[in-house]
């Protein structure tokens, strides 16, 4: 069979060890940065014997060759249309397998795209979202297909020359896809982050997984990994595989908050937790508009109304609730009300927000944080440190007219408070039960500035900018048949203003409060809201749905 995965020597005589190639190698560290040691590959030699074989090796070779117990290796391959999920199909795949395939496939790419394949072509530098191509990516694919094609034919036909069972037409596709997955996205992982059932992923320790569906319901989900230690170097791998901005996670950074390729966003932590726990969240809706939640039920027609006006006047806008209430799905709607000429600069601490993609604006300039890799200075940031604040600071320079804040979790809530103050009309998003509690929130996280920062201040600097709150709720109901809806829903709309000196703001509900459905007009309107009319406001609108909701509750 061609291409023993124990001939390490490749054309020319030259070194093929997987350990040398640029995708399954970290490279040279940079100064007081840790890497993760994650390769992607069978280890070929163990410290103590230089060149020996090790187990996990010794495996893989067999596998490939066909010779573990005198059996070709079968996939347990689940019919697709059975189960609905890619992921599914590959239960009692053999991923030493996969391992030896992917090995094969990095030394054949590299001799047909040079020794810098991956270098040219790094998947976390997502050129279309940021307007250009990448040709470059897309050859490498193509070339992997055909490599990857090219090995399981030769597979194929060595087994039948040794009277072995020839895989089907199904587990070819299967163990393909893998190897796919394997060398160019997430590996183990990919399947489940395709799976458009699939909302929130759950890794607790690398055996433990449970999906979350968009239904609100969990099932369990394969392992993805063989053990701990391997998810762990699966982690750092993804942490550190990123040139342009890598983020640490080790022992004396536990924590690890990241964009995955596709736009998944991963939060994970580990030696601070009795097991390593991940927890992925898909963006199901990358483009949003406030039309659709009307339409599915999740806000009335006066609430979509007012909020698009708002956004057209400039007003700044906090959008507030439970974890994975749908905060940044709408927050993707509201930007969609920005006039598509308007220059938009978005800071986050990851992407989420994905502008860039939607096609309504012309210039998005996508701000993302950097955590830092280096040793902590004086100041106590890492070096190479880029955070929110630097990056608002920056963009005064960049000509933009509008200025919106992503997520805001902690300090960073100045960064919005200033963006909101520029007067261009920010957006941003928080975590808190009710509108109330959004102001306390954000008073909470703007006092973890310092001792500088009292209440008192922080409740005038959000009087003073912040204009409207959007709550939102989230609630699993059992359906008469038995089944299971997640529903969302616009609970609350408030307008915020400067108030009396003991509170320091006063709340108009324009909307709700409600905690059974959406929000509807409650007819209260303030004078500042009447000026939304120029923005296309219809108090008519408003007026008739509290007239309607009246006479319901009658």
Not at 74 to 97: H, N
Not at 149 to 167: C, E, F, N, P, Q
Not at 334 to 343: H, R, S, T, W
Not at 392 to 421: H, Y
Request: hydrophobic fraction near 40%; glycine fraction near 10%; charge should be negative.
């Amino acid at each position: 069979m061609k291409n023993d995965p124990t001939d390490h020597t490749g054309a020319g005589g030259a070194s093929s060890d997987p350990a040398a190639l640029p995708l399954f190698t970290a490279s040279p560290p940079r100064a007081g940065r840790v890497r993760g040691t994650f390769t992607m590959t069978p280890t070929t030699a163990t410290p103590s014997s230089p060149g020996t074989p090790t187990r996990e090796h010794t495996a893989a070779t067999g596998h490939l060759n066909g010779q573990r117990n005198g059996h070709a290796p079968r996939l347990k391959v689940t019919p697709q249309g059975a189960s609905g999920s890619g992921w599914a199909g590959q239960e009692g795949l053999d991923w030493g397998l996969v391992a030896a395939f992917r090995t094969m496939v990095a030394n054949r790419l590299t001799q047909a795209l040079g020794a810098d394949w991956r270098a040219r072509t790094d998947p976390d530098i997502d050129h279309s979202r940021r307007g250009g191509s990448s040709p470059d990516r897309v050859e490498q694919e193509q070339v992997g297909r055909e490599i990857i094609a090219d090995l399981l034919r030769d597979h194929t036909a060595d087994s039948v020359a040794k009277g072995l069972a020839r895989w089907t037409a199904s587990e070819q596709a299967t163990m393909g896809q893998a190897v796919f997955d394997a060398v160019f996205r997430l590996g183990r992982l990919q399947p489940l982050v395709d799976d458009d059932r699939v909302e929130n992923i759950f890794i607790l320790g690398h055996q433990r997984v449970l999906l979350e569906l968009t239904d609100g319901s969990r099932i369990p989900g394969p392992a993805v990994a063989d053990s701990d230690e391997e998810l762990l170097d699966f982690l750092r791998f993804l942490a550190n595989r990123s040139e342009s901005n890598p983020r640490p996670f080790s022992e004396s950074t536990p924590r690890l908050h990241m964009k995955l390729d596709g736009g998944a966003r991963l939060a994970a932590t580990a030696w601070v937790v009795g097991r390593p726990t991940v927890v992925i969240r898909r963006h199901r809706l990358k483009v949003d508009t406030l039309d659709a939640w009307v339409e599915r039920g999740c806000m009335t027609a006066a609430c979509a109304n007012f909020l698009a006006a708002a956004v057209r006047a400039r007003w700044s806008v906090a959008v507030s609730g439970a974890m994975s209430a749908g905060k940044t799905t709408l927050m993707r709607a509201l930007c969609a009300q920005i006039p598509g000429d308007e220059a938009i600069g978005t800071f986050e601490t990851e992407y989420e927000l994905f502008l860039a993609e939607s096609g309504v604006h012309d210039i998005v300039i996508d701000w993302e944080a950097r955590p830092g890799v280096g040793e902590v200075r004086a100041d106590g940031r890492a070096a190479g440190a880029f955070d929110l604040a630097d990056a608002l600071t920056d963009s005064f320079r960049f000509a933009l007219s509008r200025q919106i804040v992503g997520e805001i979790r902690g300090p960073e809530v100045w960064t919005m408070i200033k963006a909101m103050e520029s007067g261009t009309g920010s957006l941003s998003t928080t975590h808190a039960a009710n509108a109330e509690a959004c102001i306390r929130k954000l008073v909470t996280c703007a006092m973890e500035a310092g001792s500088h920062v009292n209440r008192d201040l922080a409740l005038e600097k959000l009087a003073g900018c912040l204009e409207v709150i959007v709550q939102l709720s989230r609630q699993v109901v059992q359906l008469p048949d038995g089944s299971q809806q997640l529903r969302r829903w616009v609970s609350e709309v408030v307008v915020v203003e400067p108030g009396e000196r003991e509170k320091g703001y006063a709340l108009t509900h324009l909307f709700g409060p409600s905690s059974t459905g959406p929000a509807t007009a409650t007819g209260i309107i303030s004078e500042r809201c009447r000026t939304l009319a120029e923005q296309g406001f219809d108090q008519a609108l408003f007026q008739a749905e509290a007239d309607q909701a009246a006479q319901v509750s009658r």
